[in-house]
């Protein structure tokens, strides 16, 4: 059965510095993932997703993630943190007709 | 475009009662999917319904139950309510396209219920 597991459930950076968001999944075959963010007292948003076309797939304000197989990881980054980046993130895996699975997120912190 | 919209923004309810949740899903959609968001942890699928039938159920029990009408908006019935319901439950819309089992899934703002 498909599965994520997010590693850190609080991540903390400074503006401007790397974010690194981790993400592996499980999956007997091969997976479609996803990331999302939630915003307090928002919904969630798509960030990018994963559906084998492309092992780097860039998403919006920045993020992009990295298919590794090998790694069995999906993790999501951006070169430069800002205020605004501030939110909870989810990892997610389809299974099924739709049905998404998600990680337990991470919060990520963005100090001035 | 107004986007996927929930109704009621924020409800309280006390244990046994039943509430009735609302969704109207993202114009051109014509798939609603339900999610349970317990305090910290990530979305959990209940249910999605396509053409008015139910396509699919994750594990929860049947005091779940749920409803698409002819305009594809969607209800989610709770009965029985129990403390541990008190969640965020959010609405999801999505095009079916044959087999895109992958197509993005846009999420409305949510129902905060808080069962006392």
């Known amino acids: 059965a498909q599965s994520v597991t997010q590693l850190g459930s609080h991540v903390s950076v400074s503006e401007g510095a790397l974010v690194l968001l981790r993400c592996n999944y499980s999956?007997?075959?091969?997976?479609?993932l996803f990331w999302y963010v939630q915003y307090p007292n928002q919904g969630l948003q798509l960030l990018l997703k994963y559906t084998s076309a492309a092992t780097l797939v860039k998403g919006i304000n920045g993020f992009e993630a990295e298919f590794k197989k090998s790694e069995t990881s999906f993790h999501l980054t951006k070169p430069s943190a800002h205020m605004s980046d501030a939110a909870e993130y989810f990892c997610?895996?389809?299974?099924?007709?739709?049905?998404?699975?998600f990680g337990k997120g991470t919060k990520l912190s963005v100090k001035p | 475009d107004a986007g996927v919209t929930q109704s009621p923004t924020h409800l309280i309810k006390t244990r046994g009662q039943q509430v009735t949740l609302r969704c109207s899903p993202k114009s051109g959609h014509d798939t609603v999917s339900w999610y349970q968001q317990a305090l910290g942890q990530g979305p959990q699928f209940i249910f999605q319904y396509y053409e008015e039938e139910e396509r699919q159920r994750g594990n929860f029990p049947d005091r779940f139950s749920g409803h698409q009408f002819p305009n594809y908006s969607s209800e989610l019935n709770v009965n029985a309510l129990l403390l541990g319901d008190s969640a965020l439950y959010l609405c999801?819309?999505?095009?079916?396209?044959?087999?895109?089992?992958?197509?993005?899934?846009?999420f409305g703002p949510g129902t905060r219920l808080t069962v006392l």
């Open positions: 999801a819309s999505s095009p079916d396209e044959g087999t895109n089992y992958y197509n993005e899934q846009f």
């Open positions: 999956s007997s075959v091969p997976p479609y």
């Open positions: 997610a895996v389809i299974r099924g007709q739709g049905n998404l699975i």
